[in-house]
Each structure stands twice: as C-alpha cells, then as structure tokens.
C-alpha cells in the first residue's frame, strides 16, 4: 500500500513585499494622507499613486517655490519702492518750497548792477554853420516868394540880403561901415514898402519881407542887432522912428503863428503915421485886413 503522506499542518506562508510608504508630503490647504489611512494599493495602481504623488509633490514644491519667489519679489519691490519714495521725500525736503523757487527766480532775473542810461549825444553845429543854414533858406525864400515879381523890384531885396550878412552877429564891424549898413537898411524898407503896385506885386514883396525877418528874428534881425548902429547913423528924429516903427510892425507880424492876435495889439493909424504916402499905407492896412 501505498504511504500517504500527511500533509505538512505549517502552512506555506506567502511572503508580501512590505508595501512602500507615501512619504508625507507638506502641502497648504491640501488635505494630507498618512499611517494607516493611506490604503495599500498595488501593481499598476500602485504605480499610478506614485506617479501621482510625484506630480503633486513637484506641482506644491512649484507652487512652494513660485509663492517664495513671488514674496521675495514683492519684497525687493517693496524695499525699492520704500527707497524711492524715501529718496523722494529727501528730494522734497530738500528742495525748496514753490514761494521760495519764485523768489529765487525774481531775485536771478534782477540785475546785479544798474547801468545808467548815457545821456543822448548832440553835435552842435558851430556858429557858422548856423548862419550859413539862415542865409540859405532866406535865399531860398525869396526865390519862391517873389516868383512872378519884375527884376528890378527882386533887385531892391538884394541889399536886404547884404545887410543881414554884414552886419550878422560876430562879424567885425567898424562904426563906420555900420553906420552906413544901417542907414541903406532904413532906407531899402521904406522904398519897398511905398513903390507903386503897378504890378499888383505888393502883397509878395510883403510877404518876401515877412519871411526875411523871420528867418532873421534870432541873428541879424533880433531886437539886440537890428539897431545895432542907429545911434550913429545922421537921420532926423522922424526918420528914426518911422524906421522903428517899421522894424517892429514887421518883427511883431512876421511868424504866421499867432499873427491875427499879435494884429490886434497894433495901431496903424500910429505905425504908419509917417515915412509914407496915402496909397502906401492903404496897401499895408489891405494886406493885414487892418
């Protein structure tokens, strides 16, 4: 007979891998799964919980790293921007205020030194050179007055014109030659003032008058010079004071400004009393509207 074999009481035991351990993981706001609650998965599971443990491990070592990096750079920002702005006050407070910059530019804009204003040069012209500028305009007005006028009548203001250069201040004179200047002088004005007015060219020998004593009111003609020899020249009383009359009437009415008041202050009747004939004197009352 067969022997049969009594089967062995020990039973084989079947011996597991210890199953590996999920090692525990930090995460924030992740629920962790650790001890004897974690269950013990196997074969491809096994490997698939790894798998996926060790994306959630790098994703919180990520998102670990990411929120350290991100407070790291919030705090250099931060520190920068502390700096900035602490640089910036430190501007400010050193800077000066707005009423103080305003100041500071309207004191710059002032200047350091005033320079005085040079007064305005003038030359001066010499004596000469004014009496040579008289004599020419007196020429140059009588060209234009006596337009028209016959020669001989043009001729008379020739010694007009003579006298005022000869006996113009500064020019030397003897008492002689001023004697005789003087005495041609009266007499020249009396003739021009009684010829006849054939013509009808009395009013511009008048006025050519008028215009001569103007011209000549500051030199020859002045009330210092224009009886500068009277007292030596031989003329009876009469004739000299028809001769001042004369001088003054044509002095007094001579500037075209202020002539009709300057009229109103004259007596012709007087003025003219002597020295000239009737249609004469009613020729020069004509010609002032007298």
Do not use: W
């Amino acid at each position: 007979m067969a022997k049969i074999s009594k089967p062995n009481n020990q039973a084989t035991k079947t011996t597991q891998a210890p199953a590996t351990q999920t090692p525990e993981v930090v995460k924030t706001g992740v629920e962790n799964v650790t001890g004897d609650q974690a269950q013990q998965p196997s074969g491809s599971e096994n490997a698939k919980n790894v798998t996926n443990d060790t994306t959630e491990v790098n994703a919180t070592s990520d998102q670990t790293n990411t929120g350290v990096d991100q407070g790291s750079d919030e705090a250099v920002v931060g520190q920068s921007e502390t700096g900035d702005v602490a640089a910036d006050q430190q501007v400010n407070n050193d800077a000066p205020g707005v009423d103080e910059v305003k100041e500071v530019k309207v004191a710059s804009a002032q200047p350091i030194v005033d320079i005085p204003k040079l007064p305005e040069i003038v030359i001066e012209k010499s004596f000469n050179e004014v009496q040579e500028e008289m004599f020419t305009e007196i020429d140059n007005a009588l060209k234009r007055v006596l337009v028209g006028v016959s020669a001989d009548k043009v001729a008379l203001f020739a010694v007009v014109t003579n006298y005022i250069r000869k006996m113009a201040p500064r020019q030397p004179m003897t008492i002689e030659d001023g004697r005789r200047y003087q005495a041609s002088f009266s007499n020249i004005l009396k003739v021009i003032l009684n010829q006849k007015d054939t013509d009808g060219d009395f009013d511009k020998c008048l006025t050519a008058l008028l215009r001569v004593f103007d011209l000549a009111s500051k030199s020859t003609l002045s009330e210092h010079y224009v009886f500068r020899f009277l007292e030596h020249v031989e003329m009876t009383t009469e004739d000299i004071g028809t001769f001042t009359r004369i001088v003054n009437l044509l002095s007094i009415t001579a500037p075209v400004k202020g002539r009709k008041e300057a009229l109103k202050q004259i007596d012709f009747n007087k003025t003219l009393r002597t020295g000239f004939s009737d249609e004469a004197r009613q020729r020069i009352m004509n010609f002032y509207g007298a």
